[in-house]
């Protein structure tokens, strides 16, 4: 169980937060990782983007050519004022845009996808989570394997070959050994560690460098 000080594991955190909350970015935005993500992603790519939050990831990605992005939040706030922004963003830069976009947005449950009508149909070639692996983390537990079933649930809605590439604040993600059990397909690991920004703190001499970390994992079969 890792300890956490906040319910971040928690949907009714969530709401709470945000019924108040328009636009927080966690980890930073899209330009810190794009390098990583450009190098196993297509701009055509069909592309799940997990626990979405109110982040910019999604538009920056769509402004930078990706063009098929689904995007899943288990808050419905949340959900409802990224659907506005998104339509707001389109509406604003459609003669920019020289081939359709499919932008996105479900509400429901990460744990539960393949369950989901407009979700368990369809396969992707890449899911995309910053922080909500972090987030579900926060409630793993040897009885409650969280981790796991996300895991799971992601190799399920991936094409053979296809990636999760999960942006996390943990270095200690075994991404390896939540294979399931009797799967055909296993995950293999990459992972980048990107220096944090540093903070700039007054009368602080030592300010140690913090990493974050990029986790590409692909759907393999098992030999
Ligand atoms: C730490 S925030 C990250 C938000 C955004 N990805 C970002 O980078 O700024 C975690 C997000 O995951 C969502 N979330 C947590 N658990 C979830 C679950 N089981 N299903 C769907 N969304 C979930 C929360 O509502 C929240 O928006």
Redesign the pocket.
């Known amino acids: 169980m890792v300890l956490c000080p906040v319910d971040?594991?928690k949907?009714e955190y969530?709401e709470e937060r945000?019924a108040n909350e328009d636009q927080?970015?966690?980890?930073g935005d899209f330009s810190r990782f794009a390098p990583f993500i450009e190098r196993h992603v297509n701009k055509s790519d069909r592309i799940l983007h997990?626990?979405?939050?109110?982040?910019n990831?999604a538009l920056d990605m769509v402004s930078c050519g990706y063009v098929d992005i689904t995007n899943?939040?288990?808050?419905a706030t949340?959900v409802d004022r990224m659907r506005r922004r998104s339509q707001e963003f389109l509406r604003k830069h459609v003669d920019t845009f020289s081939t359709k976009i499919c932008l996105q947005w479900l509400t429901?449950?990460?744990?539960a996808m393949t369950s989901h009508p407009d979700l368990g149909q369809v396969k992707y070639d890449v899911v995309l989570?910053?922080?909500?692996a972090?987030?579900?983390c926060c409630g793993d537990s040897e009885d409650h394997p969280l981790l796991q079933q996300l895991a799971q649930q992601v190799m399920q809605m991936l094409k053979p070959g296809g990636f999760w590439i999960s942006?996390s604040y943990s270095q200690h993600r075994s991404f390896e050994d939540l294979t399931p059990a009797q799967g055909q397909y296993r995950w293999q690991v990459q992972y980048y560690p990107v220096e944090a920004p540093k903070e700039h703190i007054d009368d602080v001499i030592y300010t140690p460098t913090v990493y974050h970390y990029c986790y590409v994992c692909q759907k393999v079969p098992v030999e």
């Open positions: 971040y594991h949907q969530w945000f927080f970015e966690w980890l997990l626990g979405c939050g109110n982040s990831l899943v939040d288990y808050s949340v429901a449950d990460c744990l989570d910053k922080t909500l972090d987030a579900i942006i």
